[in-house]
């Protein structure tokens, strides 16, 4: 792998997860556990040290498709079938939280507005960097450190005034 492609990768992570972490926490993700199985996750994440809010955050992303899925499938379905397969996703998206009787839209708003981002960009980073860059998002926030990612999701729920 060349040293641009990385840049690519890296570059593309950024924007992912400032893109799910901004929408889910201004749809309030961080405030309370929506759906079944996100206060259980947030109040174990808050066993161990963390943030409870940002416990909350994680607790909704593992149990309904928000703004993260949304920016995954999104990312695999504009590199499969360009700007109309992102457009598949957000549809997807939206029936995934009926199923999971999520009320919000923040799946749905992550995987429209990275679609447009992967469009506007397409000429400078190809939707397949988008691809390992939510992956590389998600690890930071899901798979690396729950505690700590927990404290920085809590800090920025309370700038957005979406927790404590």
Not at 142 to 156: C, D, M, N, R, V
């Amino acid at each position: 792998m060349e040293i641009v492609e990385i840049i690519k990768v890296v570059v593309a992570g950024i924007i992912c997860w400032l893109n799910f972490v901004l929408i889910d926490t201004y749809f309030g993700l961080p405030e309370k556990p929506g759906v079944l199985g996100a206060k259980t996750i947030g109040e174990k994440i808050r066993d161990i040290g963390g943030n409870i809010h940002g416990g909350y955050f994680m607790g909704n992303i593992v149990c309904s498709p928000d703004a993260s899925a949304g920016t995954l499938l999104a990312s695999i379905m504009s590199y499969l079938m360009g700007v109309e397969g992102g457009l598949i996703a957000a549809l997807l998206v939206w029936i995934g939280n009926r199923l999971c009787a999520d009320p919000g839209y923040a799946g749905t708003i992550g995987a429209l507005t990275i679609t447009a981002i992967i469009y506007l960009l397409s000429p400078i980073i190809e939707a397949k960097y988008f691809i390992a860059g939510m992956v590389l998002a998600i690890f930071t926030i899901q798979g690396f450190e729950h505690k700590y990612a927990s404290i920085l999701l809590g800090k920025i729920a309370k700038k957005m005034n979406r927790g404590e």
